[in-house]
Nanobody, 127 residues
Framework: QVQLVESGGGLVQAGGSLRLSCAASGRTFSSSAMGWFRQAPGREREFVAAIRWSTGDSYYANSVKGRFIISRDNAKNTVYLQMNSLKPEDTAVYSC????????????????????WGQGTQVTVSS
């Protein structure tokens, strides 16, 4: 079984920054990619960013492009989400996710592509 643990959430003023971390562990962890999703109250979970472990190729939702940066540390099995220029509409519970099998960039955006999920970390941006 794979375990994903997020950290780094909190309360920040608009325009500020936060960095989220997602540490993966388990008997065998060899996922092809990692994704970040978020869910605001009353809204569906939405894609934020994803990264391919082997190449570092990254993918972003239009709403965060240019403000968020996803990166990974292969040695630590950890993925990061650097969030800059935060806006009140970025307020949500952020969760990382990993697929059991290889997935491709065209499917990174879908929650159904992922099998393992972290418990989530709250990010609140005040105006």
């Amino acid at each position: 079984q794979v375990q994903l643990v997020e950290s780094g959430g909190g309360l920040v003023q608009a325009g500020g920054s936060l960095r989220l971390s997602c540490a993966a562990s388990g008997r065998t962890f060899s996922s092809s990619a990692m994704g970040w999703f978020r869910q605001a109250p009353g809204r569906e979970r939405e894609f934020v960013a994803a990264i391919r472990w082997s190449t570092g190729d990254s993918y972003y939702a239009n709403s965060v492009k240019g403000r968020f940066i996803i990166s990974r540390d292969n040695a630590k099995n950890t993925v990061y989400l650097q969030m800059n220029s935060l806006k009140p509409e970025d307020t949500a519970v952020y969760s990382c996710a990993a697929p059991r099998n290889t997935i491709y960039s065209t499917t990174y955006y879908y929650t159904s592509s992922y099998d393992y999920w972290g418990q989530g970390t709250q990010v609140t941006v005040s105006s």
